[in-house]
């Protein structure tokens, strides 16, 4: 779908191509909650659970790609920060509304007509925003009076291939997703034995979920700013990294010395604690900080392959990511001799790489950057 919608948006004027993806996905949601209602067997439930990432996915790469082209590199360094704010503003509320609504005897799958109703007013506004401003990718169609035609673009293929920039870009991107699948895996895996009772579980869960991203939002209002500000986009991509790689670090080492598993009772506690704190930075930075860096290092690149390297990413690279990210661990998890802790060790080797694609990356930036200085951009 991600790689569909890549090739899409290159071939429609993005006004249009934007409300048709939302218009897409309301009629997805639509369709898998009428097939809950008519027919809830096994097939559909398993179907719903696996359209839960592509639906949103889909949704998130025309709201990005909205604001991309709505704001310049100057404003986006002010703005993306606030403007994602609307995201986590979101999943904290439906992390606390659907249980309360679970508890007043609300039908589980009606919460998908929540969505489809949710997403239509999104197309509603993606409609107003279409008809008040012009996005930058449909200026030159506006003054030639026709579509850029596609053939005159360079393929997002061509740009990997040719472009070093670019290529150390998708490199982060997929470190950063195995990374995250890496975390989650070792966070839910504690958490499951911490919380053997299905329901302890699930309550813990949504606690822990709505508070991490409370703290998500924390951090993308009051830090990011200030940090991008004063000491810039290096720092933002770094912290990150360099903070999971202390609190991994000190999870091996705590697990190594006072045990990992339940039956050593105080080092598994101390173990566990480290490994939420880690999966609570790893999901709140990325959400806060290095997800609004990544649009402002996306405003360098040349605007007529930008949208398209944009999609690219946050679609396809990430979406191949996590497939590897699942082969990865499920390879381990096959294997009788990898233990938790031995998921830890692999997850630290992927940070370091990471920490210095992270450099190379912001040494490319900077190079871009004097490069469009040069040439009066």
Known sequence: LTALYTGLQTRMKFRNFAIFNLALVTALSLLLWIALLISPGKLIVFLVFIMLGPLNILAAL?????????????????????????????????????????????????????????????????????????FSGDKDEQKQGKPVKSEKKKSVLASFREDRYIRIMGLFVALSVLTAFFVQYSFMAVTRAQYPAEEDMARFLGIFTGSMMIFTLLV???????????????????????????????????????????EASGGFLIFFLLLALGRLFSKSLKDSIESPSFKVIYQTIDEKIRYEIQSGMDGTVNEIAALSSGLILAGMGVLSFIKLIHFSWVLLAFIIIWIFVAVKLYTEYRKSIHRALESGK
Not at 90 to 118: D, K, Q, R
Not at 225 to 231: C, D, E, K, P
């Open 220 to 262: 993308k209002l009051l830090v990011f700013s200030y940090l991008i500000r004063n000491y810039g986009l290096k720092v933002c991509l770094a912290v990150s990294p360099i903070l999971l790689a202390l609190f991994v670090v000190v999870a091996i080492l705590v697990g190594m010395s006072m045990g990992y598993t339940p």
């Open 62 to 134: 025309g709201f990005w790609g909205t604001a991309g082209r709505l704001f310049s590199l100057r404003q986006g360094k002010r703005l993306f920060g606030l403007v994602d704010a609307g995201l986590v503003v979101g999943i904290i509320i439906s992390c606390y509304t659907i249980p309360v609504l679970l508890a007043f005897s609300f039908e589980s799958h009606n919460i998908l007509l929540i969505s489809a109703i949710s997403v239509l007013v999104a197309a509603i506004l993606q409609i107003m925003i279409g008809s008040r401003f012009t």
